[in-house]
């Protein structure tokens, strides 16, 4: 079956997630909003009665909606073998993407730090200080937990003998990085040996590599997660 992916049709943010876990499984997507307009995602996000969604990104499946990206990437892992198969496995790759959501909400902070409707402008001076605090403290914290996360595991990949969606998570996690403090990355990106070799072993998957050189992608920008602000980065 073709699945729908519903999430804003400008930026990759939380969607971008997904995108890579189904682009690398070859897991058959629309992207609806991206053909239809926002106005048609909020539309059907409304519409949605029941089990619905609070937000996108949200997967509309056979079973029904599935929502909140780390749900939907255990389900597809689940439904299409891009996760290990055994229960205690599952758990700690999903404890893994957690994480990473924990990464992402304090990301998007330090560009709002004080409200999430204001306007990046209206809140600089804030954002400076939360920035300086990520780069120094947090940023090498959770950089420190995936480099530790991929030693547990002997082979190439987080889990297993072949890539899981938890791969293609950390992936877009360095890729956003590298977008947003450029300088800070590359003072520190020395530190973290297997997270960037699994990187570029990522990009170099067949499905990944097709997705990169089309116009699928949607380039990083101003308006998404990851966002580079020049005055924000430092080494």
């Given at each position: 079956?073709?699945?729908?992916?519903?999430?804003?049709?400008?930026?990759?943010?939380?969607?971008?997630?997904?995108?890579?876990?189904?682009?690398?499984?070859?897991?058959?997507?629309?992207?609806?909003?991206?053909?239809?307009?926002?106005?048609?995602?909020?539309?059907?996000?409304?519409?949605?009665?029941?089990r619905g969604a609070f937000a996108p990104p949200y997967l509309e499946t056979e079973d029904g909606v599935v929502s909140q990206v780390a749900n939907i990437l255990a389900y597809l892992g689940e439904k299409h073998a891009i996760?290990?198969?055994?229960?205690?496995?599952?758990?700690?790759?999903?404890?893994?993407?957690?994480?990473?959501?924990?990464?992402?909400?304090?990301?998007?902070?330090?560009?709002?730090?004080?409200?999430?409707?204001?306007?990046?402008?209206?809140?600089?001076?804030?954002?400076?200080?939360?920035?300086?605090?990520?780069?120094?403290?947090?940023?090498?914290?959770?950089?420190?937990?995936?480099?530790?996360?991929?030693?547990?595991?002997?082979?190439?990949?987080?889990?297993?003998?072949?890539?899981?969606?938890?791969?293609?998570?950390?992936?877009?996690?360095?890729?956003?990085?590298?977008?947003?403090?450029?300088?800070?990355?590359?003072?520190?990106?020395?530190?973290?040996?297997?997270?960037?070799?699994?990187?570029?072993?990522?990009?170099?998957?067949?499905?990944?590599?097709?997705?990169?050189?089309?116009?699928?992608?949607?380039?990083?920008?101003?308006?998404?997660?990851?966002?580079?602000?020049?005055?924000?980065?430092?080494?």
């Amino acid at each position: 079956m073709s699945y729908s992916l519903w999430y804003w049709p400008d930026l990759q943010g939380r969607g971008e997630f997904v995108r890579l876990a189904m682009e690398a499984g070859d897991i058959a997507y629309v992207d609806r909003a991206r053909a239809a307009g926002a106005e048609a995602l909020l539309a059907d996000l409304e519409g949605l009665t029941g089990r619905g969604a609070f937000a996108p990104p949200y997967l509309e499946t056979e079973d029904g909606v599935v929502s909140q990206v780390a749900n939907i990437l255990a389900y597809l892992g689940e439904k299409h073998a891009i996760a290990p198969s055994g229960r205690a496995d599952r758990q700690w790759l999903n404890a893994v993407q957690l994480t990473i959501a924990d990464l992402v909400a304090e990301v998007h902070n330090v560009h709002h730090p004080v409200a999430l409707m204001a306007y990046y402008d209206d809140q600089r001076p804030e954002a400076a200080r939360a920035a300086a605090q990520f780069r120094e403290e947090r940023l090498p914290k959770f950089l420190g937990y995936f480099e530790k996360a991929l030693a547990a595991n002997p082979g190439d990949w987080l889990m297993g003998e072949t890539w899981s969606y938890g791969d293609t998570s950390l992936y877009q996690v360095v890729a956003g990085l590298r977008y947003m403090f450029p300088r800070r990355m590359a003072a520190i990106e020395g530190d973290y040996p297997a997270l960037i070799a699994l990187y570029d072993r990522v990009a170099a998957l067949d499905g990944i590599a097709a997705y990169l050189a089309s116009d699928r992608r949607i380039g990083f920008n101003t308006d998404g997660i990851f966002r580079h602000y020049p005055e924000l980065d430092a080494v």
